[in-house]
């Protein structure tokens, strides 16, 4: 099992506090079955930078201690830049990292309560520019919640999407759990990653949540996505299915 999210990298954000939550956390991943992990730091989220550079020194070092402790794991290097006007720029300047340095595959991040207005210009440019954007957990973005066409219209467009472990297992409440799943039915999202921060608040769940996904959909859902986050550590083109809109009488009664 891959994890293309996770906050694992100490004392970058706020995610692992030190190597030793760090190599906590790697143990618990690997008692779940993921293999490798794309560590995301935030990028321009708050006080948080992390440059690319960092990143891969880190990533790098990381590696060397999880060889150490005989922990069977993998960590690769990645970014998740919170959406900003200027992506493109420092992108093409050489401090945002595309997820395992692969340079095809970018996470942007949108706000938790609304989606800027030049969002959709700003995915069409870094598709021109040979990426693909990947939105992170749309399902807890309150605006796309409330206007799902939204989406629809970004990943008709070419963009991509990635929902959380902990919203599939309902963790996050049940209303973002039903519109989880609302969008796995209607072909609005294309991998599922745990965006673990800790083991107490924010733990990988990834198991549990492929379990749901196989419950409520069949084994072929689970095949998806599994094949997709391969592809994507492979620099591959992921496999997409037709995007459909959420029906709209099936969001009453999620507020």
């Not at 706020?14 to 779940?32: F, P, Q, S, Y």
């Not at 957990?137 to 409330?146: L, V």
């Not at 799943?181 to 673990?196: G, P």
Request: with cysteine; aromatic share 10%.
């Amino acid at each position: 099992m891959i994890d293309i999210h996770c906050h694992i990298l100490p004392w970058f954000d706020d995610g692992a506090k030190d190597l030793v939550e760090t190599i906590a956390m790697a143990n618990k991943a690997a008692e779940e079955g993921i293999t490798k992990i794309i560590a995301t730091p935030h990028y321009k989220k708050r006080e948080f930078e992390n440059s690319k550079e960092k990143i891969l020194q880190a990533v790098e070092s990381l590696n060397k201690e999880l060889s150490q402790h005989k922990i069977p794991l993998t960590i690769l290097p990645g970014q998740e830049p919170r959406i900003y006007g200027e992506i493109l720029h420092d992108y093409n300047k050489g401090e945002i990292l595309t997820l395992n340095n692969g340079g095809k595959y970018l996470f942007v991040e949108f706000p938790s309560g609304h989606v800027p207005r030049y969002a959709e210009q700003l995915l069409f440019d870094i598709q021109l520019n040979g990426l693909t954007p990947i939105i992170v957990h749309p399902e807890r973005n309150s605006e796309i919640m409330e206007n799902p066409d939204l989406l629809y219209k970004f990943v008709k467009n070419g963009t991509c999407s990635q929902i959380t472990s902990s919203s599939v297992t309902g963790h996050f409440g049940k209303n973002i759990k039903k519109f989880t799943m609302q969008l796995v039915e209607s072909n609005l999202t294309h991998f599922v990653a745990s965006d673990s921060h800790d083991l107490s608040s924010r733990p990988f769940r990834m198991r549990e949540a492929y379990s749901e996904l196989v419950k409520e959909f069949g084994t072929g859902v689970e095949y998806f996505f599994k094949e997709n986050a391969e592809m994507l550590i492979e620099g591959k083109t992921i496999i997409k299915e037709t995007p459909e809109k959420v029906k709209k009488k099936r969001l009453f009664g999620i507020f």
